[in-house]
Structures are given as structure tokens and as C-alpha cells.
């Protein structure tokens, strides 16, 4: 049996009254955010260009179709164009790329260097050295599914190739 059940008649009463005060409570909550997000949201004016009475579609027959032009907002414009600028500052995010080589031969790095861009000339090949290591990654992946496709395309020529999370670029 439920908790409901098992309760006096007073207790269930108690426990209806106290679900629909926070089920009301929620709906004042819910309409006050819909209120407030108003203030956010662009507001675009839509005036109707022309309006003709066609009969070539079969949804609208007898009704007109109305072709609207939305008017120049140029809060919005602002808007877009601060966007724009902030993601224009942004170079790098959070992602991941593909070590295929860690040790302190440079002779080492620079061939593996090689073999990347004459076997895979769309992937940006990275080298860099943190003394006495050198390390060389490959490719600029968002998220790990696809940086563990990209590994399993190059594990014929590097079967050591490890996934690892790194400030890639933004194109």
C-alpha cells in the first residue's frame, strides 16, 4: 500500500492541501519568469508587404496568402553585432587531440611530424616541447567520439595514438 493510504483521513487532507499550494505556488513562479524573460527577448515588427488572394495552393483555397517583411530593429542589429565581436575574441575551447608521439628525440617528433602531413594533409599537426619533452598531437576535435574516430583512422601508422583533452582551435 502507499503512504496515502496508510494515513488518517486529517493527514491525506493536510497532504492534498500542501501539493496544490506548491502546484500553485510553481504557476505564480513560472508566470513571473515568463514576465521577466519578456524584458530579454528582441521584439521584431512584422507588417504585412501585400496581401493577394491566390488559389494555387490546396491548403488555402478561398484565402489569401500574406507575404510578410520584418523591419529594421536596430536594437537587434546591436545586439548581433556585440555577439559577434565576443565571438570573434573566443580562439579556443575545450576539446581534444590525438598524441602520437611523447619522448625526447627531436629527430623522432619531426619524422612523425612528416609522416602525419604526407599521409594525413587535412589534419593540423601540433609540436611542441616542454623541456626535455617533445610531444607531437594532431587534429582539433570538439568532443571524444570524434577524436577517437580520428584515432582509429590513424592507428595503422601510429597504434600508440592516446586521446587527450586540450584548448583546441576555433575555425
Given at each position: 500500500m502507499t503512504l496515502l493510504f496508510c494515513l488518517p483521513d486529517f493527514m491525506k487532507i493536510k497532504y492534498l492541501v500542501c501539493l496544490c499550494c506548491l502546484w500553485l505556488l510553481s504557476l505564480g513562479l513560472q508566470a513571473q519568469t515568463?514576465?521577466?524573460?519578456?524584458?530579454f527577448r528582441p521584439k521584431l515588427d512584422a507588417s504585412p508587404v501585400t496581401e493577394e488572394a491566390t488559389n494555387t495552393t490546396t491548403n488555402n483555397k478561398g484565402k489569401g496568402q500574406r507575404q510578410f517583411r520584418l523591419q529594421d530593429n536596430a536594437r537587434l542589429d546591436s545586439l548581433l553585432d556585440t555577439l559577434h565581436a565576443y565571438n570573434a575574441r573566443i580562439k579556443g575551447v575545450t576539446g581534444y587531440r590525438l598524441l602520437v608521439y611523447t619522448g625526447v628525440d627531436r629527430e623522432q617528433a619531426m619524422r612523425s611530424k612528416e609522416q602525419l602531413y604526407r599521409n594525413y594533409p587535412d589534419l593540423e599537426v601540433y609540436v611542441s616541447f616542454v623541456q626535455p619533452t617533445f610531444r607531437v598531437k594532431?587534429?582539433?576535435y570538439l568532443n571524444r567520439y570524434d577524436a577517437l574516430r580520428g584515432a582509429d583512422r590513424i592507428k595503422g601508422l601510429f597504434p600508440?595514438?592516446?586521446v587527450v583533452g586540450e584548448?583546441?582551435?576555433v575555425r
Open positions: 515568463n514576465e521577466k524573460m519578456k524584458t594532431v587534429g582539433d600508440s595514438a592516446v584548448t583546441v582551435r
